[in-house]
């Protein structure tokens, strides 16, 4: 998308979202001018970060043991990572935590942090007895290790079926993928409540915007509580079981293909003992199994 010369430089953009605005192939503005108009520096147009192979290797093993045991904070995690045969110190585990989103003291991943300055809506679902589909929407973000890098996923999915109504991937943390995945999940209908953590990316006026236009009550989990999106929870460990640890995929264009080819077998084929042995598409759509 080329650059208007009205730009400037305190756009509420991520730096990843003002690099996508320049246009290279723009021959009437130097790349020079359009950095400068958006506030960042010609060298970080051209910066191509370094992956470090050892320390994505440790941070696959962190997010396997992660799951294994969500309570573990860095001294455990450290343990066992040396008990592995990994050379590591705790000071170095911290750092990859941080990285990854994983906060030790919480019992979930911290991937999407609060901002200062946005609202952080009540939890609504306390003592609610779920009974039907659209009635409490979630989403929530997950790390997914690769074999030459990472990337993030966010997935909406219904209480009540447990069907992934949508869900986006991303190599950044900006708040535009799950805009995408609510936008997605919309044209499915809308709930009545919609629970999220209190991340950055779910308390931006956008997303709260978007959701207060179409009449949608927000939910958001205390501090530190996972099991108040006990669902989404699972469903993490059911992706990174039955596909992601499995695949080992190589490369982000291949974990978006086989990611999304195994949510298709989620919600079409994989029968949940919680839904009487019905797939989670059979119950949202109320279709009768034959």
């Known amino acids: 998308m080329p650059i208007s010369t009205g730009l400037k430089k305190n756009l509420d953009l991520s730096h990843k979202e003002k690099l996508l605005l320049i246009d290279k192939s723009n021959r009437e503005m130097s790349i020079s001018h359009q950095a400068e108009l958006i506030g960042v520096s010609r060298s970080s147009i051209y910066y191509e970060p370094v992956v470090d192979e050892h320390d994505l290797l440790l941070k696959r093993l962190i997010d396997e043991q ?45 991937l ?42 966010v997935a909406i999915i219904d209480w009540w079926s447990r069907y992934v109504l949508a869900w986006q991937m991303s190599t950044s943390m900006d708040a535009s993928f799950c805009l995408d995945a609510l936008g997605m999940a919309l044209q499915f209908g809308k709930p009545e409540i919609f629970n999220t953590d209190q991340g950055s990316q779910f308390t931006s006026d956008a997303f709260t915007g978007m959701l207060k236009d179409n009449g949608i009550l927000i939910s958001m989990d205390g501090r530190g509580r996972c099991m108040d999106n006990i669902f989404t929870e699972r469903l993490w460990r059911t992706v990174k079981y039955e596909n992601v640890y499995l695949m080992h995929y190589e490369s982000v264009p291949e974990g978006r293909q086989g990611i999304n080819s195994y949510f298709g077998f989620y919600n079409d084929d994989r029968p949940h003992q919680s839904l009487d042995y019905q797939t989670p598409a059979e119950v949202y759509f109320q279709r009768v199994r034959r």
Do not use: C
């Open 66 to 110: 992660y799951t294994r045991t969500p309570f573990y904070g860095s001294r455990k995690m450290t343990a066992s990572l040396r008990r592995n045969g990994q050379e590591v110190n705790r000071k170095h585990v911290q750092r990859l935590m941080r990285e990854m989103g994983i906060e030790a003291i919480y019992p979930k991943p911290d």
């Open 112 to 153: 999407s942090r609060a901002h200062p300055e946005h609202r952080i809506y009540p939890y609504l679902l306390r003592d609610v007895s779920i009974a039907r589909k659209d009635q409490v929407w979630a989403a929530d973000i997950t790390y997914i290790p690769l074999a030459r890098g990472f990337m993030y996923l």
